[in-house]
């Protein structure tokens, strides 16, 4: 069993930053990938950004350029810097990691993004 726990969400003016924090409660190490997902209202959880074991990388389209994924082994972190912030990343943003022993979701972080 994994937990994860988001933290660094709020409201941001547009144009704003904010660092996205995910804590993992053992090693993300032998993860498969760990990633960032979001889901605002009415809409389906979509794929944000996601960093393989390999450190490869995979952003959405929407985001790219704006938002980078980084994680920290040492410390089971994994974080999400979003930069250039839009009215339309408003949303609850979800850690994700795929472990050999299944995968996980944290509760989620709210994001707004609005003047």
């Known amino acids: 069993q994994v937990q994860l726990v988001e933290s660094g969400g709020g409201l941001v003016q547009p144009g704003g930053s904010l660092r996205l924090s995910c804590a993992a409660s053992?090693?993300?190490?032998?993860?498969?990938?760990m990633g960032w997902y979001r889901q605002a209202p009415g809409k389906q959880r979509e794929l944000v950004a996601t960093?393989?074991?390999?450190?490869?990388?995979n952003y959405a389209d929407s985001v790219k350029g704006r938002f980078t994924i980084s994680r920290d082994n040492a410390k089971n972190m994994v974080y999400l810097h979003m930069n250039s912030l839009k009215p339309e990343d408003t949303a609850v943003y979800y850690c994700?990691?795929?472990?050999?022993?299944?995968?996980?979701w944290g509760q989620g972080t709210q994001v707004t993004v609005s003047s």
């Open positions: 994700n990691a795929r472990l050999p022993v299944g995968t996980y």
């Open positions: 053992r090693s993300i190490f032998s993860a498969y990938a």
């Open positions: 960093l393989t074991s390999r450190d490869s990388t």
